[in-house]
Structures are given as structure tokens and as C-alpha cells.
């Protein structure tokens, strides 16, 4: 042990991950990363091989979730646009259909590629396939039919888009998936337009069914849209809980490390005045040794003057006694 106690390390954490709220018409919401440069330009400040912050872990998992959807969407939508080649139906939906889906398979495999650096997600990047993929399945209504299992895509498509931070991609989706669908299947039920589709409700269903079934998919719409921000707000409260503990553990052993180094000058202090007081009782016993010394010395000097005098009084005595 020396008898200097050292100072505790010094811990440096970027503190609680709350993310910047950016400007309006950037095309991003208050759960987007930070960025460098403009509020819009979406440049993530991680790199793609280090995560410095919680925000860049966010950032992160959210491109890697798009990447999944759209390597999804590029297979998907480039096998089922090869597919319809030689099915019957609207000639004219058909093409348009098929023009649509081939355009999103390669929007989802250009998107693939992209991110393969994360630094080089922006807002406009997944705006482009969301418009693609929002038409797509705009085309699918009017080809394969409102009441189709197409509409299975738009609440996974709608899911992926709202779990991230761009709100212009969400709002795209909105209005080229769900809105069309609504439309198109109120305007159907009521008679006013022709169901074209391969899968047509009203050979065998009501008004009411019909608007109905309609309905029930606006709702899981609307379902998977609730669905993915609170997902997204959930998990940005997980990690800022999760930083705030990692703090309050460094806080807790920095004072720990703290109180040891005070215990440890405590002990110091009590050895020192050990020390002290056994230096004092040292220099007390020197005291009463040095002056039994002194003492013995006057004595024995004492003794040395007293005997002339005593030779002189012994000496008187044996005269008087010789007198008489």
C-alpha cells in the first residue's frame, strides 16, 4: 500500500438517447437518428461498422429492417410480375400491373444494395420505393381484385414503413395503398364502377358484405400502422431505459471507488497518528531516562562535595576528644 491513495478513472458516456426533433417538411419525424448537415439529409452519424450511440443502434436496426423488406419485395414482386404474364384478366390493368411490380422488384433490389452502407439511408431512398411499391399495389386492386389476397401486402408493406423515422414514405403508402383500396371497393359495393378484377365480390356478396370486408381491411391498415409506432416507441423507451441504468451502474461504482480511496485515507490517517502518539511516548520514555540520569549525576556530585566537609567535621570531632 502507498501512502498515496490514487484518483478514480474518469468514465465518459454520451448520455440518454432522446432524438432530436427535426424541422417540419424534412420528411422525418421525431424519432429519426441524428444527422449531419441538413434536418432532411437523413446521414446517419455511425458509420456502418461502429455504433457510438444509442441512436445510431436505432438507426441501424432500421435499415436492417428495410433492407429485409425490400430484398422481400424484389423477389416477391419479380416472381409475381413474371406470373401474370400468361394469366387472362384486363389487359390493360394486367400491363399496367406488371409494369408496376417488375419497377418495384428492381426499386427493392436497388434499395438492397444501397444500404448496404448505412450511412447512405436518406428519406428520399425509401420514398422511391414506397411509391413504387404503393403503386404496385394499387395496380394489384384494379387487376386482381379489391377483395383478393393482395391486400395481405399493404398491412406488411404499411408495418416495415411505419417502424422507421421518415414520415413521406408512410404517407405515400397511405395514399397510394389504402386510400385506393377504400375507394375502390366503396365504388364497387355501390355499384357506380365495374369490378374488373380476377376476384370479384359481387357475384356472391351484398352491399353490406361487401363494405364490410372493405372495412375490415382499412382496419388492419390501420392496425399495423398503431402497431408499428408503438413497436418504435416502445423500443427507443427500452434503450433509454437501458442507458440510464448503465449510468446509474457507473455512478454506483464510481462512488464506490471513491469511498474505498476515503477508507483508505482513513487508515492512513489512523496509522500516522499511531505513529504519532507511539513517536510521543518514544520521546517521553528518552525524558524520564534522561533525567534518572541527571538525577543519579547530582547526586553523586553532591556526594563528592559533602565528603571534604565531612573529613573536616570527623577531624574537629577526634581533636575535642583528644582535649579532653
Given at each position: 500500500?502507498?501512502?498515496?491513495?490514487?484518483a478514480p478513472p474518469t468514465v465518459t458516456l454520451?448520455?440518454?438517447?432522446?432524438?432530436?426533433?427535426?424541422?417540419p417538411g424534412s420528411g422525418s419525424t421525431p424519432g429519426s437518428g441524428p444527422s449531419t448537415g441538413s434536418a432532411g439529409s437523413g446521414r446517419s452519424v455511425g458509420s456502418s461498422s461502429r455504433v457510438s450511440t444509442p441512436a445510431d443502434a436505432l438507426r441501424l436496426d432500421e435499415v436492417r429492417r428495410l433492407r429485409i423488406l425490400a430484398t422481400f419485395a424484389a423477389i416477391v414482386c419479380t416472381s409475381a410480375g413474371l406470373v401474370t404474364v400468361p394469366m387472362q384478366g384486363d389487359e390493360l390493368f394486367k400491363l399496367l400491373h406488371f409494369i408496376f411490380m417488375m419497377a418495384t422488384g428492381i426499386a427493392g433490389a436497388w434499395v438492397t444494395w444501397r444500404l448496404g452502407d448505412p450511412d447512405r439511408y436518406q428519406a428520399w431512398v425509401i420514398t422511391v420505393f414506397a411509391v413504387f411499391a404503393g403503386a404496385a399495389l394499387a395496380t394489384a386492386f384494379l387487376y386482381w381484385g379489391v377483395y383478393s389476397s393482395a391486400v395481405l401486402f399493404v398491412p406488411i408493406a404499411?408495418?416495415?414503413?411505419?417502424?422507421?423515422?421518415?414520415?413521406?414514405?408512410?404517407?405515400?403508402?397511405?395514399?397510394?395503398?389504402?386510400v385506393p383500396h377504400a375507394?375502390?371497393?366503396?365504388?364497387t359495393a355501390f355499384g357506380i364502377i365495374e369490378d374488373r378484377g380476377l376476384v370479384r365480390a359481387v357475384d356472391h356478396l351484398g352491399i353490406y358484405e361487401q363494405v364490410m370486408v372493405a372495412g375490415i381491411a382499412q382496419l388492419a391498415f390501420l392496425v399495423a400502422y398503431?402497431?408499428?409506432?408503438?413497436?418504435?416507441?416502445s423500443t427507443i423507451d427500452a434503450v433509454e431505459q437501458l442507458v440510464d441504468a448503465l449510468l446509474q451502474a457507473l455512478v454506483l461504482?464510481?462512488?464506490?471507488?471513491?469511498?474505498?480511496?476515503?477508507?483508505?485515507?482513513?487508515?492512513?490517517?489512523?496509522k500516522t497518528e499511531q505513529q504519532r502518539h507511539d513517536g510521543i511516548g518514544l520521546l517521553q520514555a528518552a525524558f524520564f531516562f534522561l533525567r534518572d540520569l541527571v538525577d543519579q549525576a547530582e547526586h553523586g556530585l553532591l556526594d563528592e562535595l559533602d565528603q571534604p566537609f565531612e573529613h573536616l567535621r570527623l577531624a574537629g570531632e577526634v581533636a575535642v576528644q583528644r582535649r579532653f
Open positions: 500500500m502507498t501512502g498515496e491513495p490514487t454520451a448520455t440518454r438517447a432522446t432524438v432530436p426533433t427535426v424541422a404499411l408495418y416495415f414503413l411505419a417502424s422507421g423515422s421518415y414520415v413521406t414514405p408512410i404517407l405515400v403508402m397511405l395514399v397510394l395503398g389504402c375507394l375502390l371497393g366503396g365504388l398503431l402497431l408499428a409506432r408503438g413497436t418504435r416507441r461504482v464510481h462512488q464506490r471507488v471513491a469511498g474505498q480511496h476515503a477508507r483508505h485515507a482513513a487508515v492512513l490517517l489512523r
